[in-house]
C-alpha cells in the first residue's frame, strides 16, 4: 500500500483533455496587479506548478466520483443504507449542482441554468443513473474549464475556494465509497488497476525518450534510461518510477492505474509526452 501511494504522488498530475474543455470566455484584467479582479490570473495564462498542484487532487477525485457512480448499477440508484441519508440517484444530482456553484467562483465561467436545472433534488434524484451520470460529467468538464483559467494562484479567496471544491469532491466520494462497500462492491480507489503486459525495448530505443518535459511553468518531467529501464522524476516529488514498455512510445506503471505516450513530430523525434491517469490526458512539450 505504501508503495502505491509514493506512485501516485510521484506521478499523479492534473486536467483534461482541451477537447473536452469548453471555450474559456474574455476575462477582464486588472492591470493594476496582472490578475482579474477575483484574484485568478489573465484569461489564457497558462497553469503554474501550484495551480497543478491543486488541479491534480482534482483530478483524482472527481475521477474516483465518475467511475463510481458508472460502477453502481442503475437498479441500486435508490439505495441508502438508513432513511434519513440520502440515495445514491441524490448524491449524484447534488454533486453536480454542488460542482457548478462551487467552480463558479473560481472566474468568469457560468453555467447556464436551464429549467432542469431549477426541479427539485427529490425529483432529479429519481433521474435515470445514465442521465445523471452524464450531467456529472458535464459539471466536472465545467470545472476543469474554470481551474484552467485561474492561471497563476495569487488570491487568499480563490485558495479558499480551491480547498472548498476539492473538500467537497473528497468528503463525497467518502460518502459513496461506504455505500459502494455496503453493497458489495468495489469502491474505484481499492480496484486493482488493468493488467497490462511489458514488452523487451533495446537501450538504443529506449534513450530516444530521454529528455525533460514541461507540464508547466515550474511544473517538469525528467525520464531518465539507466540499466535497460526508463524512469519519470517529477518536481514535485523527486521520487524515480520506472515505467514499462507496453509498446513503441506506450509505457505503464505498474501497480498503478497511470499510462505515458511518447508522441512525434513530423520527422519521427519524439517532441513531447501525454501523461494519461484518473480519466484525464495531460500534453507536455519536450524542453530539452
Known sequence: MRRRALVVTAL??????????????EVPNDTSNGTTPNGAAPNGAAPDGVMFAFQRFADLFAGRLVAAFEAIPAVR???????????????????EDANYSLCERFGALKHPATAKDS???????????????ARLRASVRFCDAALDQVGHLQS????????????????HYSQIATYMRLLGLVPPSAAPPTPRTAIEL???????YV?????APGLELDVAARDGALFVTSTTSGTPVRVWP??????????????????????????????????RDRVAAKVR
Request: proline share 9%.
Open 246 to 279: 507496453e509498446r513503441r512510445d506506450a509505457f505503464f506503471v505498474k501497480g498503478v492505474d497511470a499510462q505515458v505516450t511518447f508522441t512525434r513530430d513530423p520527422g519521427g523525434a519524439v517532441s513531447g509526452l501525454v501523461l494519461h491517469q484518473y480519466g
Open 77 to 95: 440508484y435508490d439505495y441508502r443504507p438508513t432513511p434519513p441519508q440520502q440515495t445514491v440517484g441524490y448524491i449524484a444530482q447534488h454533486l
Open 156 to 171: 487568499p479567496a480563490v485558495a479558499t475556494n480551491l480547498l472548498a471544491f476539492e473538500t467537497d469532491l473528497a468528503e
Open 202 to 208: 533495446p537501450a538504443a530505443e529506449l534513450s530516444r
Open 12 to 25: 499523479l498530475l492534473p486536467a483534461a483533455l482541451a477537447a473536452q474543455t469548453p471555450p474559456a470566455r
Open 211 to 215: 529528455g525533460v518535459y514541461q507540464l
Open 119 to 133: 426541479l427539485a433534488d427529490t425529483v432529479k434524484a429519481r433521474w435515470p443513473k445514465d442521465t445523471l451520470v
